[in-house]
């Protein structure tokens, strides 16, 4: 643990939530087969090896089991992801051993942390792995494990002590621990404190009365004996413990409970509420669906939810914009959707493969309404069990999509992002950036919220063509730089950098198309006249590729516009750029 490539190995790059659909897509094929950057890919790999799922780049019978919870409880992923990132991952095993829960801790202070327990590593390789972790905590379930204070980078963060853990996630904790230590009993003094490495305390901060009540759970459940202060584990493997998860998770009481009069009143006006509003049967697990739908998108998919027998309310989305609506149509049973998709326009429709089922949808509801009638945990627990289960069969099912008279279909829900990136997208948008693979495959090209004033020094200033490939030669320019390449990586501009003629690409189509508006016009509100470029077929937005298409586009009508009968200098340009950005802003899809 005392080697550079053990602990930084991550570059900066977090372990993110939004990558997992894809990599659970994808398994062995995921690093050909992503819109990552190249050091992102790395560090992602590196996280995966040291979770456990991948081993020379091959899935692990563990990545399977992961993906089953994940889709049912990503939370409890998550921690399970985290243990095994505590035992595989240097930098992780010495936070959760050294960083403790009582006070807010900077970057530098717990770079500092690891300095003392690898004194022989420079502190710019360790503040590395901890901007890596920090980042993990930003873009993931794991930040319920730390507070944040402030806003931005660099804010300080707190350890929270974690006391609502799963029994499961606890028992594979110290099902790992014991595999670590070779044996197969552990004093329960030594978990509550903190004496041995992996222990539930260590890694969750579990105190002394949620640990003592989760331990009599699993020795009810059978998972572990205790006597005298010990625990005694089964001869089995922490991935059987898994299996059992997977089991309890998808096992509930059938039968019907027996409701009152009253109940039955209510269960019904539950049933008419959640068929008008779909989305309130998720309750807060909605946003671990639309999570896992939205995936990896490079575009914002507005997501809302109906079922068959009800209304498409589609004036819930207002304005046209960059972002995708998508309408997920939840079968309540088996029966085919009869329902004409043809009068909407560029609203992609999804259709789960997967029924809750009529008897399953019945029970839900007694669960719902005695939950509520009679404040009932029990009820409520069934219910969640039940939803869980539903959303795990949905991602893992396939479906059928309908878009603007097209249809198709695929094999499993969580890869719809990576359809929606690769196809569906294209069929919105067909002269947007996504039809340029390079642009499509790297998906820090799509990130807004920047100035990005190098990309208009490369795109607006740039006087050559040798010059601008000299400025956009490295890093993600390299990438950008895609926006005037055709397919074959050959120029679409002249040395002069003017567009070629008998040349077919997305980019050119927006540049000569915007030109010949603004050059139709005597008097021209720039601003408001591009506004077109943010809405289909077009699809721009204020990503690095928006402000390059604009500053080339002003490089073009340099010296030709005008404000107040004065011709716009170049610093007048970027701010016009700016106002252009501003306003595709404010013409986004909204939902209401």
Sequence with gaps: MNSKRGIDRYSTFGLRDEWLPSIFLWEDGWTERNNLGPMQVKALESWLEDAGLIVRKRVMPLFRRIRDIYFMEPESAWQIIWTELYHGSPAVRIFCDHVGFDEYLSKDEITDILKAEEPALTESTLKNPVSAIINTFEHSPLGKLVSFRGRGRGRPIKRVQLNDLDPHVMAYCIYRLSEELETGKIKINDLLTGEVPGCPLRLFGLEEEPLKRLLEELEDYGLLNIAEGVIYLKKTPSTEVLDTYITFLKTFNTKRPDLTPDEIRLREKLR???????????????????GFIRGASLRELIIVCATADGELKLERFRGPGSSIPLLLLLRIDDTDFKMNFNDLRNVIVICPDVAIGGERFELLLDHLALA???????????????????????????????????????????????????????????????????????????????????????????????????????????????????????????????????????????????????????????????????????????????????????????????????????????EIKKEILEIWEENQLQLI
């Design 272 to 290: 008419d509420s959640l068929m008008e509003n779909p989305e309130r049967l998720f309750g807060e697990r909605i946003h671990d669906l639309y």
């Design 372 to 574: 509520e009638a009679r404040d009932g945990d029990e009820h409520r627990r069934i219910a969640d069990r039940i939803i869980s289960t539903w959303i795990g069969e949905m991602m893992q099912s396939g479906f059928k999509w309908y878009l603007n008279g097209e249809s198709g279909g695929g094999d499993r829900l969580y890869g719809i992002s990576e359809l929606i990136n690769s196809e569906l997208s294209r069929k919105i948008f067909p002269f947007g950036p996504e039809n340029i693979p390079e642009i499509r495959g790297n998906r820090n090209l799509w990130k807004t919220g920047k100035e990005y004033p190098t990309v208009f020094k490369i795109f607006f200033l740039s006087k050559t063509l040798d010059e601008f490939r000299e400025k956009s030669s490295k890093r993600l320019f390299r990438f950008l730089s895609y926006l005037l390449r055709d397919t074959n990586g050959k120029w679409i501009v002249d040395e002069d950098l003017n567009l070629k003629t008998n040349t077919e690409h997305p980019f050119k189509t927006v540049v000569e198309v915007t030109v010949d508006r603004l050059s139709k016009k005597e008097k021209v509100d720039i601003v408001e006249e591009m506004r077109f470029l943010s809405e289909p077929p077009y699809g721009l937005k204020g990503d690095m590729i928006g402000h390059a298409v604009v500053s080339f586009i002003l490089r073009i009508l340099r010296g030709h516009l005008t404000r107040n009968g004065k011709i716009l200098n170049d610093a007048e340009l970027m």
